[in-house]
């Protein structure tokens, strides 16, 4: 059984969101806390360091934006040429983008690592003006830090954090922060109780609420046991993993669970068929009332391949084959254990 049964679990009916921090992006390329930091102390006279250590990036933000005659721009300056790094290893993002069942994405990135993923499959929001655009059929990406296409209204320094909390910034999307936690699980995956960014949040929001109505996970490698006491007193339940792990697993599972997940009408009928086709299947459902049944099966490659499968005895002389079905997507159509075994190839079914 994975480590992860719980969160799959939820995932598997559309009941999770996730927030993404900065950690999901290290792989591709994307410039760490550390490097921000050592950036913005390279624009420090020596003489004034002394003055700029040991401050959290927020913080120090705040203090150059304070010291420097240019303010925010020189900030911005510094900072953006960061992010135009060479892409790497994109696979955490591709993989997301193959699940679909994960309707709400946050992140507190600056990068366009995730929407360049989905392409036109998700909207992206980063201010109050984008609220408009929410498409309940397509992947919502809300950028609550926004990024380097509005540099004004980025989230960068303490004040603009605070006065995110306020609600004196970009208050409709914070409102939505707030409903989320309220309404489904939370995911929390690239964040490290390092980064003030997790801990204000899921504090302010507690506060608010009195407590956190749904569950909370965090996936991060190797956290300390210390860092593991504090998750505990936030109420958020930790998995010592990387997204690469909790991907692998959770797509072992989708295999395995989404027809039946499907039929019992678990999850949306969009979601089915997206995931189908991302495994080059098309499977159509016939709606009743109180579950759906599989009408047809193709694929949508050309690959000849043979599986095995399980009919129940009193389907076995309706079938016909008319292409042969790729066995990678076999878990997607296999029958319950306790119908007959069935062989055969051919082109479809």
Same mark, same amino acid.
């Given at each position: 059984?994975?480590?992860?049964?719980?969160? =799959?679990? &939820?995932?598997?009916?559309?009941?999770?969101? #996730?927030?993404?921090?900065?950690?999901?992006?290290?792989?591709?390329?994307?410039?760490?806390?550390?490097?921000?930091?050592?950036?913005? &102390? %390279?624009?420090?006279?020596?003489?004034?360091? *002394?003055?700029?250590?040991?401050?959290?990036?927020?913080?120090?933000?705040?203090?150059?934006?304070?010291?420097?005659? *240019?303010?925010?721009?020189?900030?911005? /300056?510094? #900072?953006?040429?960061?992010?135009?790094?060479?892409?790497?290893?994109?696979?955490?993002?591709?993989?997301?983008?193959?699940?679909?069942?994960?309707?709400?994405?946050?992140?507190?990135?600056?990068?366009?690592?995730?929407?360049?993923?989905?392409?036109?499959?998700?909207?992206?929001?980063?201010?109050?003006?984008?609220?408009?655009? =929410?498409?309940?059929?397509?992947?919502?990406?809300?950028?609550?830090?926004?990024?380097?296409? %509005?540099?004004?209204?980025?989230? #960068?320094?303490?004040?603009?954090?605070?006065?995110?909390?306020?609600?004196?910034?970009?208050? &409709?999307?914070?409102? =939505?922060?707030?409903?989320?936690?309220?309404?489904?699980?939370? #995911?929390?995956?690239?964040?490290?109780?390092?980064?003030?960014?997790?801990?204000?949040? =899921?504090?302010?929001?507690?506060?608010?609420?009195?407590?956190?109505?749904?569950?909370?996970?965090?996936?991060?490698?190797?956290?300390?046991?210390?860092?593991?006491?504090?998750?505990?007193?936030?109420?958020?339940?930790?998995?010592?993993?990387?997204?690469?792990?909790?991907? @692998?697993?959770?797509?072992?599972?989708?295999?395995?669970?989404?027809?039946?997940?499907?039929?019992?009408?678990?999850?949306?009928?969009?979601?089915?068929?997206?995931?189908?086709?991302?495994?080059?299947?098309?499977?159509?459902?016939?709606?009743?009332?109180?579950?759906?049944?599989?009408?047809?099966?193709?694929?949508?490659?050309?690959?000849?391949?043979?599986?095995?499968?399980?009919?129940? @005895?009193?389907?076995?002389?309706?079938?016909?084959?008319? /292409?042969?079905?790729?066995?990678?997507?076999?878990?997607?159509?296999?029958?319950?254990? %306790?119908?007959?075994?069935?062989?055969?190839?051919?082109?479809?079914?």
């Amino acid at each position: 059984m994975s480590q992860f049964s719980e969160v =799959i679990q &939820l995932v598997r009916k559309e009941q999770v969101t #996730l927030f993404l921090g900065a950690g999901f992006s290290l792989e591709a390329g994307a410039p760490n806390s550390s490097s921000l930091i050592d950036a913005i &102390l %390279n624009q420090v006279p020596y003489e004034d360091k *002394e003055d700029f250590v040991n401050l959290t990036l927020d913080a120090l933000c705040q203090k150059f934006v304070e010291y420097n005659n *240019e303010g925010r721009s020189a900030l911005i /300056r510094t #900072l953006k040429p960061l992010f135009n790094f060479e892409r790497k290893n994109c696979k955490d993002q591709i993989s997301l983008s193959h699940i679909p069942h994960f309707k709400r994405i946050f992140t507190t990135n600056y990068d366009t690592l995730i929407e360049d993923a989905y392409g036109s499959d998700c909207v992206v929001i980063k201010q109050n003006q984008d609220i408009g655009m =929410i498409d309940d059929t397509k992947a919502m990406i809300y950028k609550i830090h926004g990024d380097f296409d %509005n540099p004004d209204e980025m989230i #960068l320094t303490r004040g603009d954090y605070d006065d995110f909390y306020r609600n004196q910034k970009n208050e &409709l999307i914070w409102d =939505i922060v707030k409903a989320e936690f309220s309404l489904r699980a939370i #995911l929390f995956i690239g964040y490290s109780l390092d980064d003030s960014n997790i801990t204000h949040l =899921i504090e302010r929001v507690t506060n608010l609420s009195g407590k956190c109505n749904q569950p909370l996970f965090l996936i991060a490698p190797g956290m300390k046991k210390a860092k593991r006491k504090k998750l505990e007193s936030l109420g958020v339940k930790y998995y010592d993993a990387k997204a690469e792990d909790f991907f @692998k697993d959770l797509f072992l599972s989708l295999d395995r669970n989404i027809v039946k997940d499907a039929k019992r009408k678990r999850i949306s009928d969009s979601s089915f068929h997206k995931y189908c086709e991302y495994r080059k299947l098309q499977i159509d459902l016939k709606s009743t009332s109180s579950k759906n049944e599989i009408s047809s099966v193709k694929t949508l490659d050309n690959g000849e391949h043979i599986i095995n499968f399980r009919v129940p @005895k009193t389907q076995r002389s309706s079938i016909s084959v008319t /292409r042969r079905i790729p066995s990678s997507t076999m878990n997607l159509i296999s029958y319950p254990a %306790n119908s007959m075994p069935y062989t055969r190839s051919g082109s479809s079914w």
